[in-house]
């Protein structure tokens, strides 16, 4: 028999997944940069998790990002985990080596700094604190991040304290715990603003946390994508900061997946933003 090299596979692993606007930002790329691979949505139960990671290199799979609820499963099930991945807990980018084995890895803080550098350009976050809203995965790959960057300082709240709490003892000495009643005097200032929650998004509760705190020096910014423009940022720019929505960040975390899967490091560009608003 003739060996044929296999056209390359990837696909975003969750349930519920067909949410994901992942397919559509890698199916640009690819046509982008006229490669060919297929990027597809994966629905996976958890029961059934552990044994599509063993087939899914079989069946000609290089890789796969991972959403919820297995975003911290997968780290168990991986052959190895970076220590970015460790230490947040988490992996969204998975790695098929040609041997079958599973490579976990978190690029989630990668596409927040980079979103910011993009849209952010003057933005100094080592020039004072930084205030976090949420503690959960989301909340660790920022301050992980923002830690990386050199700031000196991250003040975190989250509605349920002891959460908050945990990613102190995670991480260390800058972060400092505030109480979530007292969420809106922690933004007095901060050079970096961030929510974490889902308090915004559409569908879910609505933000309440007072921002008159808020400094016009300030860079704001929301991991919801959905709305762009969000009550947070909203406001955040009533107050004359400068406010950089959720999408980049989904867009940037998917390059160093591409590139490793597929051999090609993307760019994003206004040209992929419009390609996945438009999806």
Do not use: C
């Not at 160093?256 to 597929?262: A, C, S, Y």
Request: proline share 5%; hydrophobic share 45%.
């Amino acid at each position: 028999m003739t060996d044929h090299p296999r056209i390359p596979l990837a696909g975003i692993i969750g349930s519920p997944v067909n949410f994901s606007r992942s397919p559509y930002l890698h199916g640009f790329w690819l046509k982008r940069y006229g490669i060919k691979g297929h990027y597809v949505h994966l629905d996976i139960g958890q029961a059934d998790l552990a044994e599509a990671l063993k087939m899914m290199p079989r069946m000609g799979f290089v890789g796969a990002n991972v959403t919820i609820p297995h975003k911290e499963t997968v780290l168990k099930l991986a052959d190895s985990v970076t220590d970015r991945a460790a230490l947040i807990g988490a992996a969204n980018t998975l790695v098929f080596k040609k041997d079958g084995k599973v490579l976990a890895d978190n690029t989630d803080g990668l596409g927040f700094i980079a979103n910011l550098r993009q849209n952010a350009p003057h933005w100094n976050p080592a020039a004072g604190p930084a205030a976090v809203l949420g503690a959960g995965g989301g909340a660790r790959a920022v301050i992980a991040a923002l830690i990386e960057v050199g700031v000196p300082e991250i003040r975190l709240a989250n509605r349920t304290r002891g959460r908050a709490e945990n990613l102190r003892h995670d991480f260390g000495a800058k972060v400092h715990v505030v109480d979530w009643t007292e969420a809106g005097e922690m933004l007095d200032g901060a050079v970096t603003v961030v929510n974490t929650t889902s308090m915004g998004m559409s569908g879910k509760a609505d933000f309440t946390v007072p921002l008159d705190g808020i400094s016009s020096k300030a860079v704001v910014t929301d991991l919801v994508y959905v709305p762009l423009m969000t009550d947070f940022l909203a406001a955040a720019k009533a107050r004359g900061a400068h406010t950089v929505d959720g999408l980049g960040m989904l867009l940037h975390q998917a390059v160093p997946g591409f590139e490793r899967w597929f051999g090609q490091k993307p760019v994003v560009d206004e040209e992929t933003r419009q390609a996945v608003l438009l999806a």
